[in-house]
């Protein structure tokens, strides 16, 4: 079995694995059959860390999580997320999904789909531009001193939308973010310019989504060629736009480097994101018990110095 490693997420106490599981599968793509799969392969191979949102499957991923991880909360750190539009099912919101009165009702149909009594890691999904941070990080706090949520993050922030949150919340002596989640890989970096050092800075960690850039690094897919049959970018029209207009030079030179060190493709993805300043966990989807063992296998890599040195040379080309 794959030795799994843990780390501290931020400066905080909550403790996660290096690899995470993305749950947005579950419910639009994998059954309750399937969930259940893809679950115990990941407690098998020691991931302990879920990811969720009210989002994904408008409620469906929750549903499901919560029903396959029943009577086993202790065993686990539950993430999911409030803030992106829901169609209604939390009440009307006017787009207000940072305010209080939204935010409580928010976190009440999440505990409700998950049937638990609290949750883990509850993040904001998106910025709320209307509603001022004080009030949504105020709402988040009383959450947390209510029992009902134990630490809190942001996503898609960007940097000085982090250092806004972090001053706000100690200069009101409420409960801080401890993490940020957004869209990361080795050919998507746009994060290191500003939100890498707004982590590292004020105590986050960064959890990356997308790792895999939607499977382009998973050695699946070759330039000049059609995607494989059922692979996620085999639906033709706007799949083969993105497969054509993936940035090759970069992948190929990163299985290049993968195949000198005896790597595959993947492990490079995940081993060496998470090696990258900041990073604590990196959260990956999975469909099946065999990917998520290939991503606990790939977290399983840790870089060199040298290694690192390499990989920065590659990707600064």
């Known amino acids: 079995m794959t030795e799994m490693t843990y780390r501290r997420l931020g400066d905080s106490g909550l403790v996660v694995s290096v690899v995470g599981i993305g749950c947005n599968n579950f419910g639009p793509r994998v059954d309750l059959e399937g969930t259940r799969a893809v679950v115990e392969a990941a407690l098998d191979v020691g991931i302990n860390f879920f990811d969720s ?3 994904y499957g408008k409620g469906g991923s929750e549903e499901l ?3 396959v991880l029943k009577g086993r909360w202790d065993d686990v750190v539950i993430a999911t997320k409030f803030g992106m539009d829901m169609d209604g099912r939390n009440g009307p919101d006017h787009g207000a999904r940072g305010a209080r009165r939204y935010i409580m009702r928010a976190v009440e149909a999440s505990l409700r789909r998950l049937g638990t009594d609290h949750i883990d890691l509850y993040q904001f999904h998106e910025p709320d531009p209307g509603t001022p941070i004080d009030e949504t990080l105020a709402a988040l706090d009383d959450l947390v ?7 809190l993050g942001n996503s898609n922030f960007s940097g000085w939308q982090i250092a806004d949150a972090d001053w706000t ?3 009101r002596g409420q409960t801080r973010f401890i993490s940020a989640q957004n869209h990361y890989s080795l050919v998507e970096r746009g994060v290191e310019a500003e939100v890498v050092p707004a982590c590292e800075r004020f105590g986050l960690g960064l959890l990356p989504f997308y790792p895999l850039a939607n499977g382009l690094l998973t050695g699946k897919y070759k330039r000049g060629e059609a995607a494989p049959p059922g692979s996620r970018l085999a ?3 706007r799949y083969t736009a993105r497969l054509a207009a993936a940035e090759w030079d970069t992948i190929e030179a990163l299985e290049a480097y993968a195949a000198d060190r005896g790597l595959t493709l993947l492990q490079v993805a995940i081993g060496g994101l998470a090696a990258q300043p900041a990073v604590t966990s990196v959260i990956a989807g999975a469909t099946t018990p065999d990917q998520v063992r290939a991503n606990a296998q790939a977290g399983a890599w840790q870089p060199g110095v040298d290694d690192l040195a390499a ?3 590659v990707l600064t080309r």
């Open 311 to 313: 990989l920065r040379e």
């Open 53 to 55: 949102a009210d989002i």
């Open 145 to 151: 001193t209510a029992g009902k949520v134990r630490y």
């Open 65 to 67: 999580l919560g029903q």
């Open 169 to 171: 919340a100690r200069s």
């Open 235 to 237: 639906g033709g029209g």
